[in-house]
């Protein structure tokens, strides 16, 4: 079965109303310009990462040309019934339409002789079962034939290796299909062939639809050679065209056009190239099952690579500050884990540990079964260090601890005090035991109270009866 190139068959973008003008040196008003983008990612088997950030960047694409947002329908994640749905609409939008454009990404493949496109929760076990589960891509085409707008462009991102595919030939990608009239039908590459989930398409393809002065299939002649150069000719988009009856610009016939928005500079198009390595930098780390001493090198290289992001435009900037509040938290999970310190402390025989709170234990282990002391009190109430130590982490970035305090206490030992709502040390300060470092609070739990472990060598050990409770 093959997992077709879900990433970008953006958005059933048949009718994302493009702007188009005639050859004529007198250019015409724009009519009704409509689109269709549908994006299936959350595939039970298979499931895709790209399709919903390639159906969003399709979307601007179109709007920056000119198509007014309630002209473009989006689709994410639809089932058999709601894709049919969607196209229905779409057909009856695009009658009288001078553009309509459809896009779809996510899983899709050949049998018996026609194109499927999957829907989420499609249950295909044979060949017989896609005309049960599935939806044709030709009956896409036909809503457009019978609507039959100025211009119709179909683009079908959608051909990645899919394990969810059945065909008795086990032939990848997609297969050819007819075009009807005034029609552009577009793959993310050559037919029987698959590509990457990486989002490449959808990006150089919005691209190329921004820039004023090119005809449709010159946009997609040139996406195409883009694609190839980028990947060293394993992915090769085509494009077919049937009886187009005159020449049409999306953004205009010329850098001079009416369409100002669609002005396409050299630096959006460097930024929107930068912006899908970082986003595959990103993507790398994030998914990585290291150490945290490995992923805080790990994001340390990409901050250190990207910088504040800007580099790939204002997408790049916020992923700059997600990657800020991941090193953030790989530093404190360091701290948890590995029992880091600048300072080794006292020898661990030697602690005389002290109560952190006079407040009544309530608990003894955390959610996950783990050792810990959890005092109940009011919000407030002091908290008092358990033993003499350097503060190695003082902060909010641990999921599940709120406000933390991290003291190190000797090669061995920690002592780690959750979910304050004052803190009242920092990082690198040296603390006695006994010594208010915070107040009692309910940042990350939903009570009122002080969660207190103890680590040795980064695991959790029981406090109690080193407290003599």
Same mark, same amino acid.
């Given at each position: 079965m093959s997992r077709f190139c879900v990433s970008w068959l953006l958005a059933f973008v048949f009718a994302c109303g493009l702007v188009f003008w005639p050859t004529s040196a007198q250019a015409q008003p724009a009519g009704k310009r409509v689109a269709l983008l549908v994006g299936n990612q959350a595939y039970g088997v298979g499931a895709l990462r790209y399709p919903a950030q390639d159906v969003a960047t399709l979307r601007a694409a179109l709007m920056d040309i000119g198509f007014k947002p309630v002209d473009i329908a989006v689709l994410s994640n639809g089932d058999q019934r709601q894709m049919r749905r969607a196209l229905a609409d779409f057909g009856e939008r695009s009658r009288g339409a001078e553009v309509a454009f459809l896009y779809y990404s996510g899983h899709a493949t050949q049998a018996r002789g026609q194109n499927w496109l999957i829907p989420i929760g499609a249950d295909i076990r044979k060949e017989a079962d896609y005309e049960l589960e599935a939806v044709s891509a030709q009956a896409a085409l036909t809503q457009l034939q019978d609507a039959a707008p100025g211009l119709s462009v179909v683009v079908l991102d959608a051909c990645r290796d899919n394990p969810v595919a059945v065909t008795r030939s086990g032939t990848k990608g997609l297969g050819r299909m007819d075009a009807g009239s005034s029609t552009v039908l577009a793959f993310a590459t050559a037919p029987n062939t698959t590509a990457a989930d990486d989002g490449l398409y959808a990006q150089v393809l919005a691209a190329q639809l921004r820039k004023p002065g090119q005809e449709i299939l010159d946009v997609f002649r040139n996406t195409g050679a883009e694609v190839r150069a980028r990947t060293a000719n394993r992915q090769a988009p085509r494009v077919s065209e049937v009886d187009l009856p005159t020449r049409f610009y999306l953004a205009g016939p010329s850098a001079g056009g009416h369409h100002p928005q669609a002005q396409q500079s050299e630096r959006e198009s460097q930024e929107a190239a930068a912006l899908l390595r970082m986003q595959a930098d990103y993507a790398t780390l994030n998914d990585s099952n290291q150490a945290p001493t490995q992923r805080v090198e790990g994001w340390e290289r990409?901050?250190?690579?990207?910088?504040? =992001?800007?580099?790939? =435009?204002?997408? =790049?900037?916020?992923?700059?500050?997600?990657?800020?509040?991941?090193?953030?938290?790989?530093?404190?999970?360091?701290?948890?884990?590995?029992?880091?310190?600048?300072?080794?402390?006292? @020898?661990? @025989?030697?602690?005389?540990?002290?109560?952190?709170?006079?407040?009544?234990?309530?608990?003894?282990? @955390?959610?996950?079964? *783990?050792?810990?002391? *959890?005092?109940?009190?009011? *919000?407030?109430?002091? /908290?008092?260090?358990?033993?003499?130590?350097? /503060? /190695?982490?003082?902060?909010?970035?641990?999921? =599940?601890?709120?406000?933390?305090?991290?003291?190190?206490?000797?090669? *061995?030992?920690?002592?780690?005090?959750?979910?304050?709502?004052?803190?009242? /040390?920092?990082?690198?300060?040296?603390?006695?035991?006994?010594?208010?470092?915070?107040?009692?609070?309910?940042?990350?739990?939903?009570?009122?109270?002080?969660?207190?472990?103890?680590?040795?060598?980064?695991?959790?050990?029981?406090?109690?009866?080193?407290?003599?409770?």
């Open positions: 990409f901050l250190a690579t990207w910088g504040d =992001g800007h580099s790939a =435009g204002a997408a =790049g900037a916020l992923l700059a500050q997600r990657a800020v509040a991941q090193l953030t938290i790989a530093r404190s999970q360091r701290v948890l884990h590995s029992g880091e310190a600048r300072q080794p402390g006292v @020898d661990s @025989d030697s602690i005389s540990w002290l109560r952190p709170s006079t407040a009544s234990v309530i608990g003894r282990t @955390d959610a996950a079964g *783990r050792s810990v002391l *959890r005092f109940g009190g009011q *919000r407030g109430d002091p /908290v008092h260090a358990a033993a003499s130590g350097r /503060v /190695v982490y003082a902060g909010a970035g641990v999921p =599940g601890y709120g406000k933390l305090i991290v003291i190190k206490h000797s090669a *061995r030992y920690l002592s780690a005090y959750a979910h304050h709502d004052e803190l009242l /040390v920092a990082e690198n300060q040296d603390v006695a035991a006994g010594q208010l470092i915070g107040r009692m609070g309910s940042t990350g739990t939903d009570r009122v109270m002080l969660q207190f472990e103890i680590r040795d060598k980064g695991v959790p050990i029981a406090a109690g009866p080193l407290l003599g409770l």
